[in-house]
């Protein structure tokens, strides 16, 4: 499908990210795949087909990296229409009173810095396409929760959707911030029952990439339903 339009996603080899490659990929998008795990990547472009999607091995905390992710994107496919900056990482229970400062900076350099190189190597690209970018952030980006320094690095992924905004205004160029609450992914060492699923998300992504040039969507927050009691 040499018209296809281009979609770069981060975070690609497991839980939303591939659950969003899937779903794109039947959405008749191209797709540049990226994660840390080749051998994930690989089966999943070989699922996809090779010809609709290449996989690229990455380190979002590096920004050299992602640098060298958005270049193999634009020499394989020529373009790069729009950006799903997906990669997130979760931290360690112990709240600021407890938790070992180490998961704290795992979780900024992921989830705030990662996300920002992301944006930093892509945008020139999705600017000349006018272009998409949707961005994970999280319910616990818009709600308080007690010593959860995740919650804070969401709360910043959420400032850098309007951020980007507002730089991006009459550029052309949408963003969307995709807001989950609980999903089934694998932040968890066992499946939770009264959660989403990755597929529910991917959805959304579709959903907000799939609208006609004049509609943006801003924000998608998609919750479980409650249980019926």
């Not at 840390?36 to 087909?49: D, T, Y």
């Not at 959660?195 to 959805?203: F, V, Y």
Request: charged letters at 20%; glycine letters at 10%; one cysteine or more.
């Amino acid at each position: 499908m040499p018209d296809a339009k281009v979609l770069l996603i981060t975070g690609a080899s497991s839980g939303i990210g591939a659950a969003t490659a899937r779903a794109a990929a039947e959405a008749g998008w191209t797709l540049v795949l990226a994660a840390r795990s080749a051998e994930k990547l690989e089966a999943l472009v070989r699922e996809i087909g090779e010809d609709r999607a290449c996989a690229v091995a990455c380190d979002v905390t590096d920004f050299q990296d992602q640098q060298r992710m958005v270049d193999a994107a634009v020499s394989r496919f020529g373009r790069i229409d729009a950006v799903f900056a997906n990669a997130g990482t979760g931290g360690e229970p112990g709240g600021f009173s407890g938790a070992p400062p180490e998961s704290w900076r795992k979780m900024v350099d992921v989830n705030i810095l990662g996300v920002a190189y992301t944006l930093r190597t892509v945008l020139e690209h999705v600017r000349k396409a006018r272009g998409h970018v949707v961005i994970t952030g999280s319910v616990a980006g818009r709600r308080v929760l007690a010593g959860s320094m995740y919650a804070a690095t969401k709360w910043a992924v959420s400032a850098i959707g309007y951020g980007l905004r507002e730089e991006l205004r009459g550029s052309g160029v949408r963003v969307t911030l995709i807001e989950p609450g609980m999903v089934n992914t694998p932040f968890f060492d066992a499946p939770q029952s009264d959660a989403l699923q990755p597929e529910d998300i991917a959805r959304s992504v579709i959903y907000a990439l799939s609208q006609p040039p004049g509609v943006d969507v801003h924000e998608l927050t998609i919750l479980p339903t409650p249980p019926v009691k």
